[in-house]
């Protein structure tokens, strides 16, 4: 019998951030994240990976077996969860991405360097906005938890590493695509990144945080405006705009 291996789900879809919006693709999330992020009042949209992360439920074969049947689709993002946390599991998910011709997109968060054979990198750095606080109650799916000391030390010290980062988009090509949530506290980090990294303008995607149609219109005007001002590019988040809080979609 075959073992499970450290994947959450696989779908169709349509990418619904960055440079490739609107491009079908198969979506492949793998199980585990040493972070844990909060946005406002929300932890992450994908706490089933982390924050309380499900088993396994997947074994290689299936997965093959649905790139073989959605043959038409020829791009593939890898996403989490942190990718980057499983090395080895990455690279055998983006080497059987690209044995059926795919162009591999990696989500991550930039907390590690791995060598791989994709093609793309979307590097979403955590701001401080984003760290949780100790002691704090987070609703996750039906689990209410309460976070330790050890959670928050941890989440600060991944956070923002510029040498794994230079790294990663000196190796790959990318997008910086970095989320806000708290818009002029997270603004101001952002743009130190951009000069510590000089990341060009035409990489840069600004996207507003939330996992609902409704939070995203806190926070989607103002970062337009921003993005105007400043030559970036403004990125939605289609699939919630399309289908709200959805899962696998």
């Not at 994240?33 to 499900?54: K, L, N, Q």
């Not at 989440?155 to 790959?172: A, F, G, T």
């Not at 130190?192 to 840069?204: A, G, W």
Request: one cysteine or more; hydrophobic letters at 35%.
């Amino acid at each position: 019998m075959e073992k499970e291996i450290g994947i959450s789900e696989f779908y169709t879809c349509i990418q619904g951030e960055g440079k490739y919006t609107g491009v079908p693709h198969i979506l492949v999330r793998m199980v585990g994240c040493p972070m844990r992020c909060v946005f406002g009042s929300s932890i992450c949209d994908s706490w089933y990976t982390s924050w309380a992360p499900e088993p396994f439920r997947v074994v290689e074969s299936t997965l093959i077996n649905f790139y073989k049947k959605n043959s038409h689709i020829k791009h593939t993002m890898i996403t989490g969860g942190e990718p980057t946390s499983n090395p080895t599991l990455l690279n055998r998910l983006v080497n059987i991405a690209k044995d059926f011709g795919h162009f591999v997109t990696i989500e991550t968060a930039g907390i590690a360097f791995v060598k791989t054979k994709a093609d793309f990198i979307s590097l979403s750095p955590k701001l401080s906005s984003t760290t949780p606080k100790v002691g704090g109650l987070y609703k996750a799916g039906d689990k209410v938890i309460k976070v330790p000391q050890a959670w928050v030390t941890r989440h600060k010290s991944l956070r923002n590493n510029y040498d794994i980062m230079l790294q990663l988009i000196s190796y790959y090509d990318y997008q910086f695509k970095p989320v806000v949530s708290n818009f002029e506290k997270d603004i101001e980090e952002i743009e130190e990144m951009v000069k510590q990294l000089k990341i060009p303008n035409c990489k840069v995607y600004l996207m507003p945080a939330g996992a609902t149609r409704e939070e995203l219109d806190k926070i989607r005007v103002p970062l337009i405006e921003y993005c105007i001002k400043k030559g970036y590019n403004y990125t939605d988040r289609i699939h919630i705009v399309a289908y709200d809080n959805k899962r696998g979609v």
